[in-house]
Protein backbone atom coordinates (compact mmCIF):
# COMPACT_ATOMS: atom_id res chain seq x y z
CA UNK A 1 0.00 0.00 0.00
CA UNK A 2 1.01 3.69 -0.37
CA UNK A 3 3.42 4.73 2.04
CA UNK A 4 4.64 8.34 2.93
CA UNK A 5 7.00 8.47 6.12
CA UNK A 6 8.60 11.69 7.13
CA UNK A 7 11.69 12.17 9.36
CA UNK A 8 13.78 14.64 10.26
CA UNK A 9 11.03 16.75 12.83
CA UNK A 10 12.18 17.73 16.40
CA UNK A 11 13.77 20.61 18.28
CA UNK A 12 15.79 24.01 16.74
CA UNK A 13 16.70 27.32 18.10
CA UNK A 14 15.33 30.09 15.86
CA UNK A 15 17.93 30.99 13.27
CA UNK A 16 18.74 27.22 12.64
CA UNK A 17 18.23 24.78 10.05
CA UNK A 18 16.03 21.75 9.62
CA UNK A 19 15.94 18.73 6.74
CA UNK A 20 12.95 17.05 6.68
CA UNK A 21 12.86 13.42 4.72
CA UNK A 22 9.89 11.86 3.04
CA UNK A 23 10.34 8.27 1.54
CA UNK A 24 7.70 6.93 -0.58
CA UNK A 25 6.80 3.38 -1.25
CA UNK A 26 3.68 1.74 -2.65
CA UNK A 27 3.27 3.74 -5.66
CA UNK A 28 5.84 4.63 -8.79
CA UNK A 29 7.17 7.89 -6.71
CA UNK A 30 8.82 9.27 -10.40
CA UNK A 31 4.91 9.79 -11.89
CA UNK A 32 4.12 11.76 -9.07
CA UNK A 33 4.70 15.54 -8.41
CA UNK A 34 5.50 15.56 -4.37
CA UNK A 35 4.65 18.54 -1.60
CA UNK A 36 4.86 19.32 1.88
CA UNK A 37 2.51 20.78 4.16
CA UNK A 38 2.16 22.04 7.28
CA UNK A 39 -0.25 22.05 10.40
CA UNK A 40 -0.02 24.71 13.59
CA UNK A 41 -1.49 24.25 16.30
CA UNK A 42 -4.97 25.88 16.29
CA UNK A 43 -4.42 26.52 12.77
CA UNK A 44 -5.68 25.16 9.20
CA UNK A 45 -3.33 22.99 6.92
CA UNK A 46 -1.45 25.13 4.77
CA UNK A 47 0.64 24.66 1.78
CA UNK A 48 4.31 24.73 2.08
CA UNK A 49 6.12 23.52 -1.02
CA UNK A 50 5.30 21.08 -3.75
CA UNK A 51 8.15 19.94 -7.25
CA UNK A 52 7.26 18.37 -10.13
CA UNK A 53 7.93 14.71 -11.20
CA UNK A 54 11.22 15.62 -12.52
CA UNK A 55 12.33 18.21 -10.56
CA UNK A 56 12.50 20.44 -12.92
CA UNK A 57 9.53 22.74 -11.42
CA UNK A 58 8.80 23.81 -7.95
CA UNK A 59 6.11 26.07 -5.96
CA UNK A 60 6.16 27.88 -2.90
CA UNK A 61 3.85 30.24 -1.47
CA UNK A 62 5.52 33.46 -1.20
CA UNK A 63 6.26 34.10 2.22
CA UNK A 64 8.46 31.23 2.05
CA UNK A 65 10.41 31.52 -0.55
CA UNK A 66 13.93 32.24 -0.15
CA UNK A 67 13.92 30.42 3.04
CA UNK A 68 12.53 26.76 2.48
CA UNK A 69 14.05 24.42 -0.64
CA UNK A 70 12.29 21.32 -1.87
CA UNK A 71 14.16 18.56 -3.81
CA UNK A 72 13.67 14.91 -3.99
CA UNK A 73 16.06 11.67 -5.22
CA UNK A 74 13.70 9.39 -7.52
CA UNK A 75 16.74 6.65 -7.21
CA UNK A 76 15.45 6.72 -3.91
CA UNK A 77 12.11 7.26 -4.00
CA UNK A 78 12.83 10.38 -1.04
CA UNK A 79 12.02 14.11 -1.13
CA UNK A 80 13.20 16.28 1.09
CA UNK A 81 12.47 19.58 2.76
CA UNK A 82 15.43 22.05 3.59
CA UNK A 83 14.28 24.66 6.22
CA UNK A 84 16.85 27.95 6.77
CA UNK A 85 16.37 30.70 9.16
CA UNK A 86 13.97 29.04 10.84
CA UNK A 87 11.22 31.29 13.20
CA UNK A 88 9.23 30.12 16.23
CA UNK A 89 5.95 30.77 13.93
CA UNK A 90 7.77 28.15 11.82
CA UNK A 91 6.43 25.41 14.71
CA UNK A 92 4.04 22.92 13.29
CA UNK A 93 3.30 19.30 12.01
CA UNK A 94 5.00 18.82 8.45
CA UNK A 95 3.13 16.71 6.35
CA UNK A 96 4.61 15.09 3.09
CA UNK A 97 2.10 14.77 0.30
CA UNK A 98 1.61 12.62 -3.44
CA UNK A 99 0.07 14.26 -6.33
CA UNK A 100 0.12 12.46 -9.75
CA UNK A 101 -1.31 15.30 -11.79
CA UNK A 102 -0.77 19.25 -11.14
CA UNK A 103 1.81 20.53 -9.66
CA UNK A 104 -0.61 22.87 -7.95
CA UNK A 105 -1.19 21.48 -4.68
CA UNK A 106 -2.24 24.67 -2.78
CA UNK A 107 -5.05 24.23 -5.17
CA UNK A 108 -5.94 21.23 -5.51
CA UNK A 109 -5.67 18.57 -2.37
CA UNK A 110 -2.88 15.57 -3.13
CA UNK A 111 -4.04 12.40 -3.27
CA UNK A 112 -1.61 10.35 -0.46
CA UNK A 113 -0.66 11.74 2.62
CA UNK A 114 1.54 11.11 5.58
CA UNK A 115 1.52 10.91 9.05
CA UNK A 116 3.49 13.94 9.35
CA UNK A 117 6.69 15.26 11.60
CA UNK A 118 6.73 18.09 14.50
CA UNK A 119 8.98 20.79 14.16
CA UNK A 120 9.43 22.90 17.15
CA UNK A 121 11.46 25.94 16.74
CA UNK A 122 12.13 27.60 20.14
CA UNK A 123 12.70 31.62 20.58
Known amino acids: QVQLVESGGGLVQAGGSQRLSCAAS????????MGWFRQAPGKEREFVAAMSRSGGSTLYPDALKGRFTISRDNSKNTVYLQMNTLKPEDTAVYYC????????????????WGQGTQVTVSS
Open 26 to 33: GFTFSSYN
Open 97 to 112: AARRSGLAMDVIPPEY
